[in-house]
């Protein structure tokens, strides 16, 4: 373990553009329950995970409905508002501080990246604290909108102060498509990292699963001059996991070696080793 930190200490520091991406497993250590494990979300309350399913649906059926559901009945998550970072966050955020990470790709809708201090931090899956404009992608806190006076002046949906679209909550829905303005960032970063640390998830909810994968090919697409596709070598990327169990990464020879732990454990050893080194 203590050679696998050193190691990853050293790719850190090697590197050009290191990114990380996170999930689950790092927001469980401060204590914000997941969805399917013993204890999950779902696993408790399965009708709530059958609205989860039909929620996008519903949305775009009518918007109106699904607001005012939204708003009177009690949310998922409980207290979340009031969950903290814990030491694997703020490990990402110091490493970011030091100019070693470039970039936290999040699964996760907690908002606690932000409050860690992330500044660069991308919320894949959108932010329960957060409205998005499914127009024009424009995001907006929770309280630039009255929502209790819309509901009660009957003027749900909240719409748009920049381009007058109906506006949802930022948290990406079953069926929903990731965020074009989002997906895009992620797919740059996964294309020009050369250093990919993945923490706390085994990367198995498609389309974020490919973010690892596509980093893994080492090979870009895009689009030439001339129209044409073109397929350019880009350079190798070193893929380390912190997760408490191997995961389909592991397994398939995506990631080059797994540090196997908590992250609210494994981080702060690494953060610590870099600042030695730097000493
Ligand atoms: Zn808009």
């Known amino acids: ?29 401060s204590g914000i329950p997941d969805f399917r494990g013993p204890s999950g ?13 039909r929620s996008y649906e519903r ?8 607001w005012q559901e939204r708003l009177t009945i009690p949310s998922l998550l409980g207290d979340l508002e009031k969950a903290m970072p814990n ?61 209790e006076k819309l509901m009660s002046e009957n003027q749900l949906p909240p719409h748009c102060s920049k381009c007058g679209g109906v506006v949802k909550t930022d948290g990406v829905a079953f069926g929903e498509p990731i965020p074009s303005d989002v997906a895009h960032q992620s797919l740059e970063e996964a294309w020009k990292c050369d250093l990919m640390l993945i923490c706390g998830t085994s990367a198995v909810v498609h389309p974020f699963a490919q973010l690892p994968r596509i980093a893994r090919q080492r090979k870009r697409e895009r689009e030439s001059e001339t129209g044409l596709y073109v397929v350019e070598q880009v350079q190798a990327v070193t893929i380390v996991e912190v997760n408490a169990e191997p995961t389909p990464l592991t397994d398939e020879g995506i990631s080059d070696y797994l540090i196997q732990g908590k992250t609210g454990e494994v981080l702060p050893q690494i953060v610590e080793e870099v600042k030695a080194r730097l000493r």
């Not at 979300?41 to 399913?53: G, H, L, N, S, V």
């Not at 775009?60 to 409905?65: M, S, T, V, Y």
């Open 87 to 147: 030491l694997g966050h703020y490990a990402l955020a110091e490493l970011e501080k030091l100019g070693l990470l470039k970039c936290v790709i999040t699964q996760n809708v907690d908002a606690l990246h932000e409050k860690a201090g992330t500044a660069n931090l991308i919320e894949y899956h959108g932010s329960l604290f957060k409205l998005r404009c499914m127009s024009c992608n424009s995001r907006f806190g929770r309280d630039e909108f009255d929502l």
């Open 1 to 29: 373990m203590e050679q696998l930190i050193e190691r990853a200490a050293k790719d850190l520091l090697d590197s050009k553009h290191a990114i990380a991406l996170t999930g689950a497993g790092i927001s469980t250590e």
């Open 41 to 53: 979300i779902w696993t408790k309350d399965p009708d709530a995970e059958r609205r989860a399913y």
């Open 59 to 66: 949305f775009l059926a009518d918007p109106k409905g699904w």
